[in-house]
């Protein structure tokens, strides 16, 4: 079975500008978190979606915004890209219908902002 | 402000030593602690996990320790290999799913 996918792998974008990420769980999972993850730092917890619906957000501005899809896929939006957005997005999904439990990670999306 | 405390930041172990990186916690709301490796580009890959109910999970070569009154847990890799050189986070969830800063581990032929 395939794992957690995102797209695109790679994107550069210029400051100012709007940036979406695609996330693709794996088959059976309804739950799908968003990261960031700064060089050399932990992942630091987005966003939870679980059927659609938001169910945890962390400590991030309201430029950051996500949705789920009735096939259970999602995509951030980062609007107003700023240089310390620079990163690695991860998305992960798991099969808990409540809570996080095992989360299986995809490769991630490394976004630069110049 | 930092919900789970990593260290050492860093850890060179010889093949065939024991690799230990502990991990402390604040929340006793958190009802979760998994462990994951992380190799340079790639993502977070789940190692082990336990629950506040239990004291020791084993998996392999892979144990996790479980202090709840001292609110701290910690990993032991058995038998190093050259091959477990990654870098490793703790976390801890409840609400909000929280990672350690990381410990990269380099183990020596």
């Known amino acids: 079975d395939a794992g957690v996918t995102q797209s695109p792998t790679h994107l550069i974008k210029t400051r100012g500008q709007h940036v979406t990420l695609r996330c693709s769980p794996i088959?059976?999972?309804?739950?799908v978190s968003w990261y960031q993850q700064v060089l050399g730092q932990g992942p630091q917890f987005i966003f939870q979606y679980y059927e659609k619906e938001e169910r945890g957000r962390g400590n991030f501005p309201d430029r950051f915004s996500a949705r789920q899809f009735p096939n259970y896929s999602s995509e951030l939006n980062v609007n107003a890209l700023l240089l310390g957005d620079s990163a690695l997005y991860l998305c992960?999904?798991?099969?808990?219908?409540?809570?996080?439990?095992?989360?299986?990670f995809g490769p991630g999306t490394r976004l630069t902002v110049t | 402000q930092q919900q789970v405390k990593q260290s050492p930041q860093s850890l060179i172990v010889q093949k065939g030593g024991i690799s230990i990186i502990n991990c402390a916690y604040e929340n006793t709301a958190f009802d979760y602690f998994p462990w994951y490796q992380q190799f340079p580009g790639k993502g977070p890959a789940l190692l082990i996990a336990i629950r506040p109910d239990v004291s020791e999970k084993k998996e392999g070569r892979f144990t996790i320790s479980f202090n709840k009154s001292a609110k701290q847990f910690s990993l032991h890799i058995m038998d190093s290999q050259p091959g477990d050189s990654a870098t490793y986070f703790c976390a801890a969830s409840g609400n909000q799913f929280y990672f350690g800063t990381g410990t990269s581990l380099t183990v020596i032929p």
């Open positions: 088959s059976g999972h309804k739950s």
């Open positions: 992960a999904s798991s099969l808990l219908t409540k809570g996080f439990g095992e989360q299986y």
